[in-house]
């Protein structure tokens, strides 16, 4: 039996708020002022817990919705029972207790502040004596009992007013002490807790929290006359006289939608509410645009603000940019001297002029020098572009300088096609992670793309889409009249092409690559995202690890 005892629209306090700030203020602060919240399988397993055991004592099962605006809290206590007259609120977990020095089964202090809260919510409500809470830890099927006097009603007293402080705060607080408390964390992906570590202390050992993988799929649309809609839970794409193919929401990580396909209104609502991303690429490869679904976020975005709005970060996180890159591209023609003897005085001047420029980025008091110095370094990087390419491969497939809008040759056309494709997925990592992609550090606002997700394509150029180029070139991956179309002096991606390069460019995304500062191994797809959340924390107080993903 469901009831509401009490509403009001005056702002309170959850209760799970209260039981989330005595377990770890960090974790309050993301979730209360932030507004992020995540899921792992201890989230899930204890929703499957509460349903089983509502099915199971619905005779003896009651839930209240309480509200107290004196007190400030609300929530609805997981069951709620009569005995001997008095009204005892229940809290079910499903991991093990604590255990004292004599191995006596206690409730875990966040637990604890959880029941009493909740018995303070029904003395202040209903005008009645709570004696006590109880608690059951079911992996150790053992039932913790809490009593509730006046020490316990000060304990909630006083936590409902530190927490009311933290949660005007416009600084996040810094990870726990307790390292601990981290591993079962839902929110450990989004605190990144171990990189906040390694960023304070250069000898900590991390754990990798991050998760490894985003098992959902990037679904690519790339039929022009195609209709993607909704039917329930799911996500139904009709391709003309094709059999319709049907994809449960739950496994779709990205839609995106190539050259004129569609997408309806119900469909856009589904992604939105499911966090999947939507995003559209022309038919020429450009990428247009993306579903903007964040919600919340507002602190950190203002954050954000603070922070690039500052000269001088600003132009030290270019600066990391700028070498990012620099370095990355002088590695990837250092290796094409390992094989190409016949090159190697010319790719040697080249790589030798880079160094010299790269050792001058740290020395630069502008964002215009530096951009002096990326052009130049762009310009002797594709000048050693053409040494990667394989004798074996046509002239057709060659480089001979890098053109864009639109592209003059198809060497160019890949390379403008996994642009394209990267930025989108940067977009897509900005967007996950809620922060503003119009905002940045280095690029200056234009009309084509966001300065931010610019800004952080810089660092995965690279490894994402250089070298995915040379390699499918040199493989001679690619026909030429099946793959490209030509007209008058541009080229484009056929169809064909542009289903190989997505399957290229994915296949790239899901190997590993071992980040060189926080010593585990990610699939680039999660680097994207990582990548995200470490500039975050240059103006969170805990910098040091953004733009390290230089190639080896």
């Known amino acids: 039996m469901e009831q509401t005892v009490a509403s009001a629209e005056t702002e309170t306090l959850r209760v799970n708020s209260l039981h989330a700030f005595a377990y770890c203020q960090r974790l309050f602060y993301l979730e209360e002022v932030e507004e992020l919240y995540t899921q792992n399988e201890s989230v899930f397993a204890g929703r499957r817990l509460h349903a089983e055991l509502q099915k199971l004592e619905r005779e ?3 839930e209240f ?10 929530g609805r206590v997981d069951a709620l029972r009569t005995l001997e007259g008095h009204l005892i609120p229940y809290e079910h977990k499903i991991g093990r207790c604590y255990r004292d020095r004599q191995q006596q089964p206690q409730a875990w202090h966040s637990d604890r502040v959880q029941i009493l ?6 003395e202040t409500v209903l005008g009645v004596t709570v004696p006590e809470g109880r608690i059951h830890y079911h992996r150790d099927n053992v039932t913790v009992r809490v009593p509730v006097d006046e ?8 936590t409902i007013e530190q927490a009311r402080q933290l949660r005007a705060s416009l600084e996040r607080p810094p990870v726990c002490r307790n390292e601990r408390l981290c591993l079962n964390c839902s929110l450990a992906p989004v605190c990144l807790p171990e990189e906040a570590r390694l960023a304070r202390d250069p000898e900590h050992l991390p754990l990798r929290l991050f998760p490894r993988d985003d098992e959902r799929e990037i679904i690519h649309v790339t039929a022009g006359k195609a209709l993607i809609r909704r039917a329930g839970e799911q996500l139904r794409i009709a391709i003309d006289d094709e059999p319709e193919q049907k994809l449960p929401i739950q496994q779709v990580g990205q839609i995106v939608i190539h050259k004129f396909a569609q997408i309806t209104t119900p469909a856009i609502h589904l992604c939105a509410y499911q966090d999947v991303g939507v995003h559209f690429i022309s038919s020429g490869g450009r990428y247009i645009g993306s579903i903007d679904n964040r919600k919340g976020s507002i602190q950190r975005r203002i954050r954000q603000y603070q922070a690039l709005t500052n000269p001088d970060q600003c132009l030290r996180l270019a600066q990391l940019l700028v070498n990012c890159r620099g370095q990355s591209q002088r590695r990837l023609l250092l290796r094409a001297q390992r094989n190409r003897q016949d090159a190697l005085p010319a790719l040697q001047e080249i790589t030798t002029q880079m160094e010299q420029l790269l050792d001058t980025i740290s020395h630069t008091d502008s964002l215009e020098a530096l951009r002096g110095i990326e052009g ?7 000048s050693g572009l053409p040494y990667l390419i394989g004798d074996q491969v046509p002239e057709k497939l060659h480089f001979n300088g890098r053109n864009r809008r639109p592209p003059q040759d ?6 403008s096609f996994g642009y394209g494709m990267l930025l989108k997925d940067v977009m897509n990592a900005i967007l996950t992670v809620g922060l503003e992609p119009a905002f940045g550090f280095y690029h200056q606002p234009r009309t084509q793309a966001p300065p ?6 810089e660092i995965f150029r690279v490894p994402l889409v250089d070298m995915v180029v040379i390699a499918s070139i040199n493989r001679m991956q690619w026909n030429f009249d099946e793959c490209f179309e030509v007209c008058r002096d541009h080229v484009w991606l056929s169809d064909d092409g542009r289903r190989k390069f997505i399957q290229l460019y994915e296949a790239r995304k899901g190997e590993m690559w071992k980040h060189p500062v926080t010593n585990y191994s990610l699939t680039y797809r999660r680097l994207l995202e990582l990548e995200v959340r470490l500039l975050e924390k240059e103006w969170c107080g805990e910098a040091g690890l953004f733009g390290k993903l230089i190639l080896r």
């Not at 198809?410 to 390379?415: K, P, S, T, V, Y």
């Not at 931010?452 to 394509?457: C, N, T, V």
């Open 117 to 122: 809260a909740y018995a303070c919510l029904l």
């Open 410 to 415: 198809r060497f160019n056309a890949l390379l």
């Open 60 to 62: 003896d099962w009651q």
């Open 65 to 74: 919705n309480l509200e107290s605006v004196a007190l400030g809290l609300r």
């Open 452 to 457: 931010l997700a610019l800004d952080l394509m």
């Open 151 to 158: 020490a316990g009603r000060q304990l909630v007293r006083d």
């Open 376 to 382: 130049h370094l762009a310009a002797l990087y594709f």
